[in-house]
């Protein structure tokens, strides 16, 4: 093994005083397992713009106390530089470890004389990004894994402006976090914190005023029928608290928990993989269905910012792509404000670059303005507040991306599963009103404006020699571009490298273009309004292929999708 890694390891033996963490690492010493060791040694778990993710365990590559001190202590001189008596908001799901790493946190910043609000519970992200903005800190923390497996934890990192962190703070961040010690950090005991008044619990009136803020985009006197019920799974997170009640405040009474996925859980006991995307997660929640005969059955992922749905239609359950849901929100948003006299023409709905290509062809007929951002939802947050510093926040209509994040209401700068709840179920009333499901909606959408659908590929490189071999792969994408893909000519080609300008649509005029920043992404447009664009995964050692289709019926569409996909399979192969 590499000297430097076995004078890291034997560091860490001298100095790991929490008991899991040193026997973990004398049984990996004891057996000399070299390839487990240098796998948890052999580099810092990287941080960037979203924070830190990892396995837990013990080593510089893992999630653990000292790991999380030593990002926080980054953290805390990050915010002593910038802001005079600066503050924090601080939040957690239900991922193990989480409390612990929650106080370990909230100590390193109190020791540094930063003032730590804490939620009490665990609380969605979104409650997190609302703490900060109505509380006015400078920043804030939240401890999740979102909706990756039960081994992992993590730590995003938020301005103050409740958005996820620059690339030049996350710098800035990551700096000063390799400057730091994980065994030599500024820290406090928890209940020496709040003694001191150092560390305070969040105000309970940060939660009301979050649901009050939802209920502002509530869709003025909505009235579900008496009998409309819901089947709602949590998945053993965080949104079991907040889509109760506003569910009930919204008048919709009967809803029916998966009670096996009601209370939180970082071991995910019935779900391996707790992600709302994916039918497997939702298996419980469709056997209580079965049963209980709903309107509709939703899911949140651990830190409910996400949301999943699975729509009762000709005797089974079908399930919504994030972008379909996306797609059907952005039309009935625009319908409602239609309907309340408002100006559709003046709204703003933004998307990913990586998100279905349909919103553009609803933007040319409503005639609203259509933007397009980096894969993130902090850069849908960013475009808030461009309309706010211009005085025009209300034309703010919705955000989404594909991975089933929505936003609607400028209350966060994040996605919000909750809100995302609220409006699904309404939207679902409206159209039940109408004879209609959602996927019968979204197929009236298809028939009107195409049928653009979407798909991807992942290729995992794991390891040293797997990141060299991504690399590998996106630099021959752009020395040696493909002239076709899957039989389709390529029409064009953007390297958002460049960091290219990208056009904004509107059904009224052409709207200025907007400059992105650069990133690692490639995209080849198609004949026939088809499309392919490449991506290195910011979390994980894969290179994801998106794939847009389009066709005038849903056979002729998955066909090309089929062809995308294949030819995205042989190219990162």
């Known amino acids: 093994m590499d000297a430097s890694i ?69 953290v805390a001189d990050y915010l002593n530089a910038h802001y005079e008596n600066p503050t924090l908001a601080l939040a957690r799901d239900s991922r193990n470890k989480g409390e612990d790493f929650q106080k370990v946190a909230a100590g390193v910043l109190a020791a540094n004389g930063i003032h730590v609000y804490v939620y009490p519970r665990i609380e969605p992200v979104p409650t997190l990004s609302f703490a900060v903005r109505h509380l006015g800190t400078s920043a804030g923390i939240v401890l999740t894994a979102s909706h990756n497996p039960a081994p992992y934890n993590g730590y995003k990192v938020y ?29 406090m005991d928890f209940d020496e ?98 049963e209980v005969k709903p309107n509709l059955v939703v899911a949140t992922d651990p830190d409910a910012d996400r949301m999943g749905t699975a729509i009762p239609h000709d005797g089974d359950y079908v399930l919504l792509s994030g972008n379909e849901m996306g797609v059907l929100l952005m039309d009935w948003l625009a319908t409602m404000a239609k309907d309340r006299g408002e100006d559709v023409a003046a709204k703003v709905a933004v998307s990913t670059i990586v998100s279905s290509s349909m919103p553009d062809a609803l933007a040319r007929d409503w005639g609203f303005e259509m933007r397009r951002v980096l894969t993130g939802f902090k850069y849908i947050g960013d475009q808030i507040d461009q309309l706010k510093d211009e005085g025009e926040e209300d034309r703010f209509l919705m955000g989404f991306e594909e991975s089933y994040g929505y936003l609607v209401g400028t209350h966060a700068r994040d996605k919000d599963a909750i809100v995302a709840t609220m409006l699904c179920v309404e939207m679902a009333s409206y159209y039940a009103e109408k004879g209609m499901d959602l996927y019968e909606a979204m197929d009236a959408l298809y028939q009107k404006y195409g049928y653009y659908l979407n798909g991807t590929v992942n290729a995992s490189f794991p390891g040293a020699a797997g990141a060299e071999k991504m690399a590998g792969i996106m630099d ?53 309004d088809n499309k392919v664009i490449f991506r290195p995964s910011g979390t994980e050692p894969k290179v994801k292929a998106y794939l847009f289709s389009k066709g005038a019926t849903r056979a002729e569409s998955e066909a090309v999708r089929a062809k995308l996909e294949a030819a995205s399979k042989e190219i990162l192969s």
């Open 193 to 290: 914190g709040l003694e001191k008044g150092l560390i305070e619990w969040t105000p309970e009136e940060v939660l009301d005023a979050f649901i009050e803020n939802i209920k502002k985009v509530s869709v003025p006197g909505f009235k579900a029928s008496d009998d409309y019920s819901v089947v709602y799974t949590p998945l053993n997170g965080t949104g079991m608290e907040l889509v109760t009640r506003i569910l009930k405040e919204i008048g919709v009474e009967k809803v029916s928990v998966v009670p096996e996925q009601a209370e939180p859980d970082g071991n995910f006991p019935t779900c391996t993989y707790p992600n709302p995307e994916f039918r497997e997660a939702l298996e419980l929640a469709l056997k209580l269905a079965e």
């Open 6 to 74: 076995e004078a890291t390891v034997k560091a860490w033996q001298d100095n790991v005083t929490d008991p899991d963490l040193a026997a973990e690492l004398a049984e990996l010493v004891k057996d000399g397992n070299e390839d487990k060791l240098f796998d948890a040694f052999y580099r810092d778990l990287a941080f960037g713009t979203a924070g830190l993710r990892g396995t837990l365990g013990v080593g510089t590559n893992r999630m653990n106390v000292y790991v999380v001190a030593q990002a926080t202590q980054g």
């Open 476 to 528: 021959g994408l752009r020395t040696n571009p493909p002239a076709e893909i899957a039989g389709y000519k390529v029409t064009g080609m953007t390297d958002y490298a460049t960091g290219p300008e990208m056009p904004r649509v509107s059904g009224l005029q052409k709207e200025a273009a907007q400059v992105l920043p650069p990133a690692n992404v490639i995209e080849f447009r198609l004949e026939d």
């Open 159 to 187: 301005n103050d402006n409740g958005g996820q962190i620059t690339d030049e703070a996350a710098a800035e961040i990551s700096a000063n976090i390799a400057k730091a010690d994980p065994f030599n950090v500024k820290i």
